[in-house]
């Protein structure tokens, strides 16, 4: 897997955000973040957990909790495919929203610029009530052509001095979230998918119930995403 063409944070002009000496540098969190990622898929210690419909999920254990891994076929191109997984007022003309259908209740995006946009997003309550409303602070990172031609988007967690947890509703930590997009040998218009994420969704929750929920969720989206996609959702939005 080839590296991508982001450029180093000190050659991106400041802007927003950026200009500020004291701000963190969004831009080297995203980069270690996804040596971190492409580590963990070369890694032999995943264990299978679903296999069904052309998704396969996985989990491995690492320091910062329980890791998941899930991986399919869509019918789009990586740079087409980045769309999918991208919040839709976000600068890569998302689509998640207008397809998904999930307990995802509201996404506000607090800082943007053209290498980075920062998001709170909140989840509904899930699992009947079991799990109740989380929100998240995730930066997101991309690349939209790789030197394989592939494509990423990570969205790791940070802390927001806009937005400090609080009691209510609970704050979730997305200790990695990355999807990356390979293309299909000899087919480039569509894409090998695979979707990391540890979750710590915060709480006196039972480790079965997060399981449950994080498998079912990946399985989910992956299905409604594959749907979306085999009917060219992103040739009319």
Known sequence: ??????????????????ADASSPDYLKIIANHREELLTAMKATDWVETKNKDGIRITYRMTDKGKMFRCEYEV?????????????????????????????LKSVEIIEETEKYFI????????????ISERDLICVYGWDTETEDKGAYILHPSIEHPKYPPKD?????IKHAGGHFFFPVEGNPDKSNVVVLIVLNMGGMLPVSVVDSFQTGAMFDFATQWKDAAAKKFHESN
Do not use: H, W
């Open 119 to 130: 998001t709170r997003e909140v989840l509904g309550s899930a699992m009947m009530g079991l």
């Open 1 to 18: 897997m080839a590296e991508g063409n982001s450029q180093p944070a000190d050659t991106t002009p400041p802007t927003d955000a950026s």
């Open 168 to 172: 209510k509703p609970v704050r979730a």
């Open 75 to 103: 019918d789009a191109s990586p740079k087409v495919s980045i769309r999918y997984c991208s919040p839709a007022k976000g600068p890569l003309n998302g689509l998640r929203e207008k397809f998904r259908k999930s307990a």
